[in-house]
């Protein structure tokens, strides 16, 4: 059965400092993977995706992810945060034979000036 | 253009009631989704459409939940005879055709049951 890991629950972070959020997820074949954020009140926000080729992946916001098989992992990072990232991030994995996400808990990131 | 829509943004029942959330997709998306979140849990996926046709029901919790879109558009998630527990964030997402396009989400509709 596919599932995903954020072994992080909570993050903090200085203004101005890298980010990395990790992402494990567990599926038999090469999964759909993707990243959405969730600021307070709002919606989920699709940040970037990965599918097939290039295993580093652009997104929104600066946000970049690499795909790496041989870890199972899609970690999510960022050289340099704003204070505007401060937000949850979710890792969602999609099957290629199914239209349905499943989600990771979530990793809530704060950040200081 | 217009995002995913849904309503009501919040839905305070009692016990016992039904309730219909609605969700009014992005125009001329095929595929529709319904999640539930919990506090402090990420999104737990519950049915989906393509077009009219629900293609998957297997997350639904029991025969409480209903989902219908009868038209290919907007979809109406039905929770009879509500219980405390049920209690949660309601999300939909479109798709233009299936998930290698991405999954865009609405606001959610949050369901409160006292």
């Known amino acids: 059965a596919q599932s995903v890991t954020q072994p992080d629950i909570h993050i903090t972070v200085s203004e101005g400092a890298s980010l990395e959020l990790r992402c494990n997820y567990s599926?038999?074949?090469?999964?759909?993977l993707f990243w959405y954020v969730q600021s307070p009140g709002q919606g989920l926000q699709l940040l970037l995706k990965?599918?097939?080729?290039?295993?580093l992946v652009q997104g929104i916001k600066g946000f970049e992810a690499e795909f790496k098989r041989s870890q199972s992992s899609f970690n999510l990072r960022k050289p340099s945060v704003h204070w505007s990232d401060a937000a949850e991030y979710f890792c969602?994995?999609?099957?290629?034979?199914?239209?349905?996400?499943?989600f990771g808990t979530g990793t809530r990131l704060q950040v200081f000036p | 253009g217009a995002g995913v829509s849904q309503s009501p943004r919040y839905k305070v029942t009692k016990r016992g009631q039904d309730v219909a959330l609605r969700c009014d997709p992005i125009?001329?998306?095929?595929?529709l989704y319904w999640y539930r979140q919990a506090l402090g849990q990420g999104p737990e996926f519950l049915t989906y459409?393509?077009?009219?046709?629900?293609?998957?029901k297997s997350g639904l919790p029991n025969d409480r939940f209903s989902a219908e879109r009868p038209e290919g558009s907007i979809s109406t998630l039905t929770i009879q005879r509500t219980e405390q527990r049920d209690s949660a964030m309601y999300r939909c997402?479109?798709?233009?055709?299936?998930?290698?396009?991405?999954?865009?989400f609405g606001p959610g509709t949050r369901l409160t049951v006292t």
């Open positions: 125009s001329g998306h095929v595929s």
């Open positions: 969602a994995v999609g099957a290629r034979n199914t239209d349905k996400l499943i």
């Open positions: 990965y599918f097939s080729g290039d295993t």
């Open positions: 599926y038999g074949a090469t999964p759909y």
């Open positions: 459409f393509n077009y009219e046709a629900q293609q998957d």
């Open positions: 997402a479109s798709s233009p055709r299936a998930t290698d396009l991405g999954q865009y």
